[in-house]
């Protein structure tokens, strides 16, 4: 869908004219989950993530969990970007984020937390030096996310050397205390980063407007007229904030 931000807010020099031409669209086709594992395969190959598989391609187990969002980012009809958002409650906790930092989130979640958790965030290696401004129209979708499910926290699980990006964009600070090995990346590890949303949701506005989202867009992003079916459902929380979360989730508002 076409995003539905402000259209004159400038973001960098050529960010409202890129913002124009952008679809955000969720990869559910056979067609479209092939494009975008292809994508991820040649973006990590490049950046020395992994090692050359004869697959060509990269997916994971969480690309199907019914909390999981796997989005596109098409600039002109082409897919040039690409981000997978996960919703962690204290009932939905299917992430690899979880899993590497299970210690310092999961009693958060046990205390009824809500995460909106963006991972696999990739772009073409041969389009996205075009598009500057890309990652920052990427990263807007966990933004949006944190909007629609009034989440508490919004998390990044990175690459060390990516952490000034979510310090600038979103005022993240990092809260592992120190770097972990990721699953299939050999060579390099990640920190745990968050921000919390309330009260830093104002400044990142008033810094990057081009942030803001529309209730429509939210819904047409966010609720699947189709639930997804998991091999076992978590049993929903009773409490009305999560019960609400969990019920967008599964699309079923």
């Given at each position: 869908m076409k995003s539905g931000a402000e259209p004159n807010t400038a973001l960098l020099p050529r960010g409202a004219a890129l913002f124009d031409r952008i679809d955000y669209r969720l990869i559910e086709t056979p067609e479209d989950k092939d494009n975008l594992y292809l994508m991820r395969y040649r973006a990590y190959l490049q950046a020395g993530l992994i090692e050359p598989s004869p697959s060509l391609r990269v997916s994971d187990r969480f690309d199907e969990t019914p909390n999981t969002w796997n989005f596109g980012v098409y600039v002109d009809g082409e897919l040039c970007s690409s981000v997978r958002i996960h919703l962690l409650t204290s009932e939905w906790r299917m992430s690899y984020t979880t899993e590497v930092f299970g210690d310092i989130l999961h009693p958060r979640l046990d205390r009824g937390e809500v995460f909106v958790d963006p991972c696999r965030l990739v772009a073409d290696p041969d389009k996205h030096h075009r598009f500057?401004?890309?990652?920052?129209?990427?990263v807007r979708l966990?933004?949006?996310?944190?909007?629609?499910?009034?989440?508490?926290?919004?998390?990044a699980m990175i690459r060390t050397d990516h952490q000034a990006f979510y310090r600038r964009i979103f005022l993240h600070e990092t809260i592992s205390p120190e770097p972990r090995g990721f699953p299939g990346w050999p060579t390099k590890k990640a920190v745990l980063m968050a921000t919390d949303v309330r009260r830093q949701r104002d400044k990142v506005l008033a810094r990057f407007p081009i942030m803001r989202s529309s209730?429509?867009?939210?819904?047409?992003?966010?609720?699947?007229?189709?639930?997804?079916?998991?091999?076992?459902?978590?049993?929903?929380?009773?409490?009305?904030?999560?019960?609400?979360?969990?019920?967008?989730?599964?699309?079923?508002?």
């Open positions: 500057p401004e890309l990652p920052y129209l990427t966990a933004f949006v996310a944190c909007d629609h499910f009034n989440a508490d926290t919004g998390l209730a429509f867009e939210r819904r047409m992003l966010f609720e699947r007229s189709i639930p997804r079916q998991a091999a076992t459902r978590p049993i929903l929380l009773t409490t009305p904030r999560t019960l609400d979360v969990a019920s967008q989730a599964l699309g079923s508002v």
